[in-house]
T-cell receptor
Framework: KAGVTQTPRYLIKTRGQQVTLSCSPISGHRSVSWYQQTPGQGLQFLFEYFSETQRNKGNFPGRFSGRQFSNSRSEMNVSTLELGDSALYLC?????????????FGPGTRLTVL | AQKITQTQPGMFVQEKEAVTLDCTYDTSDPSYGLFWYKQPSSGEMIFLIYQGSYDQQNATEGRYSLNFQKARKSANLVISASQLGDSAMYFCAMRSTQGGSEKLVFGKGMKLTVNP
């Protein structure tokens, strides 16, 4: 079974631009979560989608948004990029939104904002 | 609020030796799950092992086992017979299992280096 895939793997943008990251979950998984990882803040939860509905949201500004499609694929968008948005963005999928279901992560998208 | 504490910033171990990575947690939820992930320098988070708060036995997965002490709120990862490929960052994480859609909370991680 194929794992979680994320595209693109690397991205370089400039301040003020916007970016869209994509995540394809493991087949049969309906929950997708997004995390931001930085050296200073560690791993921080962005949001979780299950069956096309946002079920949970972390403490990030409204510039960070996401959505999930009917095939469970998910995208996250960051508008008006800031230098501090440079990070590794990880997507994880699980069968359901239940806490007992293990989240499996993709390889991440490394975003650099110049 | 849930919190995960990993106090060891880094550890060194000789190949083929066993190593214990510490994790303590804090939660008021009676039902929760504990996870360990490995992150090599490539960046991908690799799931290692899961322990449910009501599980009677400590979880094991191959060379990985979890030393779960509920009263002490600790969930230490034990790696037996370390291999060079075990060198990576290790993260302990927790998620409430009551209700739905609770976020996964991570510790700050610790770096394990396995020496030949």
């Amino acid at each position: 079974k194929a794992g979680v895939t994320q595209t693109p793997r690397y991205l370089i943008k400039t301040r003020g631009q916007q970016v869209t990251l994509s995540c394809s979950p493991i087949s049969g998984h309906r929950s997708v979560s997004w995390y931001q990882q930085t050296p200073g803040q560690g791993l921080q939860f962005l949001f979780e989608y299950f069956s096309e509905t946002q079920r949970n949201k972390g403490n990030f500004p409204g510039r960070f948004s996401g959505r999930q499609f009917s095939n469970s694929r998910s995208e996250m968008n960051v508008s008006t990029l800031e230098l501090g948005d440079s990070a590794l963005y990880l997507c994880a999928s699980s069968r359901t939104e239940r806490g007992t279901d293990t989240q499996y992560f993709g390889p991440g998208t490394r975003l650099t904002v110049l | 609020a849930q919190k995960i504490t990993q106090t060891q910033p880094g550890m060194f171990v000789q190949e083929k030796e066993a190593v214990t990575l510490d994790c303590t947690y804090d939660t008021s939820d009676p039902s929760y799950g504990l996870f360990w992930y490995k992150q090599p320098s490539s960046g991908e988070m690799i799931f290692l092992i899961y322990q449910g708060s009501y599980d009677q036995q400590n979880a094991t997965e191959g060379r990985y086992s979890l030393n779960f002490q509920k009263a002490r709120k600790s969930a230490n990862l034990v790696i037996s017979a370390s291999q060079l490929g075990d060198s990576a960052m290790y993260f302990c994480a927790m998620r409430s299992t009551q209700g739905g859609s609770e976020k996964l909370v991570f510790g700050k991680g610790m770096k394990l280096t396995v020496n030949p």
